[in-house]
Antibody, heavy 119, light 106 residues
Framework: QVTLKESGPVLVKPTETLTLTCTVS??????????VSWIRQPPGKALEWLAHIFSNDEKSYSTSLKSRLTISKDTSKSQVVLTMTNMDPVDTATYYC???????????WGQGTLVTVSS | EIVMTQSPATLSVSPGERATLSCRAS??????LAWYQQKPGQAPRLLIYGASTRATGIPARFSGSGSGTEFTLTISSLQSEDFAVYYC????????FGQGTKLEIK
């Protein structure tokens, strides 16, 4: 059974750095066809792709947020970590981690974690 | 960046009727397009990939068509559980989502 679960702070202050962890089970992050993305959704708004990491450790980032994002993985712990620097209230959103089969579409989503940016 | 534009923003349809949702790409994405359904408080669910292939467990009333820049999601006979927000996503050049279509009960 494939599952992904996000963890991290629910509240961060403006200018702080957000660190989110995605713990996966039911598949290996070293599997050649498996990649994990982070996707966010502000309240009442659309989905926005942030970053992706492939099984070979290749990474890709949203053009508009690239300077603020870092994605990494620890295959032995089955975890994918996203850091986002210089948080702003407009970054308030539900953050999802998601498995992308073959680096294409999302076949499994985490439950999401709501992160609020406020002083 | 490829921009995905969905229309209409809101679609009001009666149960049992057909719903047709559109998604347009700012440049060709070939058939590298997926559709997702999202209900309030839930993560999205994959419906269609490759523009027209239903994901595992998705009822046959859901169908996708199109290629290049124009795509359509059709729900042939709406059930109560189908009223939700639908998103398209291209994966031809990294990933971008449309802004969503809310399907509501008429």
């Amino acid at each position: 059974q494939v599952t992904l679960k996000e963890s991290g702070p629910v509240l961060v202050k403006p200018t702080e750095t957000l660190t989110l962890t995605c713990t996966v089970s039911g598949f290996s992050l070293s599997n050649a066809r498996m990649g994990v993305s982070w996707i966010r959704q502000p309240p009442g708004k659309a989905l926005e792709w942030l970053a992706h990491i492939f099984s070979n450790d290749e990474k890709s980032y949203s053009t508009s947020l690239k300077s603020r994002l870092t994605i990494s993985k620890d295959t032995s712990k089955s975890q994918v970590v996203l850091t986002m620097t210089n948080m702003d209230p407009v970054d308030t959103a539900t953050y999802y981690c998601a498995r992308m089969l073959g680096g294409d579409y999302v076949d499994y989503w985490g439950q999401g974690t709501l992160v609020t940016v406020s002083s | 960046e490829i921009v995905m534009t969905q229309s209409p923003a809101t679609l009001s349809v009666s149960p049992g009727e057909r719903a047709t949702l559109s998604c347009r790409a700012s440049q060709s994405v070939s058939s590298n397009l997926a559709w997702y359904q999202q209900k309030p408080g839930q993560a999205p669910r994959l419906l269609i990939y490759g523009a027209s292939t239903r994901a595992t467990g998705i009822p046959a009333r859901f169908s996708g068509s199109g290629s290049g820049t124009e795509f359509t999601l059709t729900i042939s006979s709406l059930q109560s559980e189908d009223f939700a927000v639908y998103y398209c996503q291209q994966y031809n050049n990294w990933y971008t989502f449309g802004q969503g279509t809310k399907l509501e009960i008429k």
